[in-house]
């Protein structure tokens, strides 16, 4: 039998959330990250946080900036590449009307080029919001 391959070190940083002492949540709910750069993940750092997300169930990523949504979607499928490459809720007319709470009495929009990644926002976006133009989002 041969040994199992070692993998790189990740540069994952994980801490636990604090909790109260009348929190009754399991002492694993939530954890924290600030070490990790969303756009430019390696495979072992994608593993690593997958593995964390599933024994935290929660987690946080600060210090993010400027997370291209083509590259959201292409970190949502690296979680799970054999997953079919479709927004659960379907395409963004379905999801405007059967989107349940987060559809109801907001505007949710497509982003450009990455159709499977949405905005759920309120005001306005900004000029250019990642192809969407001079937008402000209806909110409550």
């Not at 039998?1 to 399991?26: D, F, G, H, R």
């Not at 927004?87 to 109801?104: A, E």
Request: hydrophobic share 35%; net charge positive.
């Amino acid at each position: 039998m041969s040994p199992a391959p070692i993998l790189p070190e990740s540069t994952l940083q994980v801490s636990l959330i604090k909790k109260c002492v009348k929190e009754q949540y399991n002492s694993n709910f939530g954890a924290i990250t600030t070490a990790l750069d969303l756009d430019s993940m390696s495979d072992v750092d994608v593993k690593h946080l997958k593995d964390t997300i599933w024994t935290h169930k929660v987690v946080v990523v600060k210090v993010q900036k400027d997370l291209y949504p083509k590259k959201h979607w292409e970190l949502v499928t690296r979680f799970h590449p054999a997953a079919p490459q479709v927004h659960s809720h379907g395409d963004i007319k379905t999801f405007q009307k059967k989107g349940g709470m987060l559809s109801q009495r907001r505007e949710v929009f497509g982003m450009s080029g990455a159709e499977n990644v949405r905005l759920i926002g309120k005001g306005y976006q900004g000029e250019d919001h990642y192809g969407l133009k001079n937008l402000t989002v209806r909110g409550l």
